[in-house]
C-alpha cells in the first residue's frame, strides 16, 4: 500500500497544476492579507475607538442575544462564555488582540478552508478519471495488485494532498501576518468550564482548522465518487464546487422540513459548535459525525462497488 501511495504521490507532483495550486493559495493568502492592511487603514482613517468601548459593545450585545428564548444550549453556552470573557477583560483590563494582527490572523485561519476545500476537490475529481480518459488505467490494473488497493492509494493520496494544503494554509496565513500586522498587543482568553483562563491562540487555531476540514474531507470524498463513478474530471468538478457554494443555502430553504436534519451540508461546518451560529438548533456533534460518517460510507461505498466492477478494456 505505501508503494502504491509513493506512485501516486510521485505522480502528483510531477504535474505542474498541483504546484500551482499551492502557489495560488499561497498567493490569495497573502493578497488576502494585503487588501485587509489596506481597507482597514482608510476605514480606521481619522476614527479612535478603544478596545474598551469594543469590548463593552460587545458585551452588551451578547447580554442582549442570551434575552432570546429560543437559543439552543450550545448558543447559551457559547454567548455565556462570551460574556464571561468580556467582563474579565474589562474587570482585569486584558486587551484582545486587534483586528489587524497576526495572531488574530491565524485564529481565522479556518475561514480560508475553503479554498484547501476548492483544491482538494480538483485532486480528488481528477485523480481516478484522469487515469480512464488517458488511458493509463489498463496498465495500472495489469499489476498483481487488488482493484481496492488501487483505489484506496487514491484515495488516501488525495487527502494527505489536502491535510498538506491545510498545513501550508495555516504557516501562510501566519507569515503573511507578520509581514503586514506585525505581531500586535493582547492576550487570548477562553473558559475552561469554570471559569476565564489564559490560553494558546495556535491551539485554538489548530483546533478550529480540524473542524473545519471536515468540510475538506467531506467533499473532496464526494468529489472523488463522482470522478470514479463517471469518469469524468470536469463533471465531478463542477458539481463538487456547484455543491459547495449552494448546499449551505439549501439547508435554509430546508429549514422548516426534518429531512434537513439528515442533509450533508447541514453538517460540514462542525464549528457552529463552538461559535454558537447553529444552522439547525436541535442538532448536536455526535449527530452531525454520524450523519458525516454514514455519507463517507456511502460515497466511498459506490466509488468501490464501481471501481471493482468496471471493464477497463478499450
Keep these: 500500500m505505501l508503494k502504491l501511495m509513493q506512485n501516486e504521490w510521485m505522480k502528483l507532483w510531477s504535474k505542474k497544476a ?7 493559495l499561497v498567493l490569495i493568502l497573502f493578497a488576502s492579507a494585503a487588501i485587509t492592511k489596506y481597507v482597514n487603514s482608510t476605514a480606521n482613517e481619522g476614527i479612535e475607538e478603544s478596545w474598551q468601548d469594543v469590548t463593552a459593545a460587545q ?6 442575544i442570551l434575552m432570546n428564548p429560543n437559543l439552543s444550549d450550545t448558543q447559551k453556552d457559547y454567548y455565556t462564555e462570551q460574556v464571561a470573557i468580556a467582563e474579565y477583560r474589562l474587570a482585569n483590563d486584558v486587551q484582545p488582540f486587534e483586528f489587524t494582527s497576526m495572531q488574530q490572523s491565524v485564529l481565522n485561519t479556518h475561514e480560508m478552508l475553503s479554498l484547501v476545500t476548492l483544491f482538494t476537490v480538483i485532486i480528488a475529481a481528477g485523480i481516478t478519471a ?17 482493484r481496492w488497493k488501487v483505489l484506496t492509494s487514491k484515495y488516501l493520496t488525495t487527502m494527505v494532498f489536502a491535510v498538506l494544503l491545510s498545513i501550508i494554509t495555516l504557516l501562510a496565513t501566519a507569515l503573511a501576518g507578520l509581514i503586514f500586522f506585525g505581531i500586535g498587543e493582547g492576550t487570548y482568553l477562553e473558559w475552561n468550564g469554570s471559569r476565564v483562563v489564559e490560553g494558546s491562540y495556535w491551539l485554538e487555531a489548530v483546533k478550529f482548522s480540524i473542524l473545519s476540514f471536515a468540510s475538506v474531507w467531506i467533499i473532496g470524498t464526494f468529489a472523488f465518487m463522482l470522478g470514479t463513478v463517471f469518469r469524468s474530471s470536469s463533471l465531478a468538478i463542477g458539481l463538487s464546487i456547484f455543491l459547495m457554494f449552494t448546499g449551505i443555502q439549501a439547508v435554509f430553504l430546508l429549514s422548516n422540513y426534518e429531512i434537513v436534519k439528515y442533509y450533508l451540508f447541514t453538517h460540514t461546518d462542525l464549528t457552529q459548535f463552538y461559535t454558537g451560529f447553529m444552522l439547525i438548533p436541535d ?12 455519507y ?8 468501490y462497488w464501481t471501481f471493482s466492477k468496471r471493464d477497463v478494456t478499450a
Design 59 to 64: 458585551l452588551e450585545a451578547n447580554q442582549a
Design 296 to 303: 463517507f460510507l456511502l460515497f466511498l461505498g459506490i466509488s
Design 283 to 294: 442538532i448536536t456533534m455526535a449527530m452531525s459525525l454520524t450523519v458525516l460518517f454514514v
Design 18 to 24: 498541483s504546484w500551482m495550486m499551492v502557489f495560488l
Design 130 to 146: 484522469s487515469e480512464f480518459s488517458q488511458g493509463t488505467i489498463k496498465m495500472l490494473l495489469t499489476r498483481p495488485v487488488k
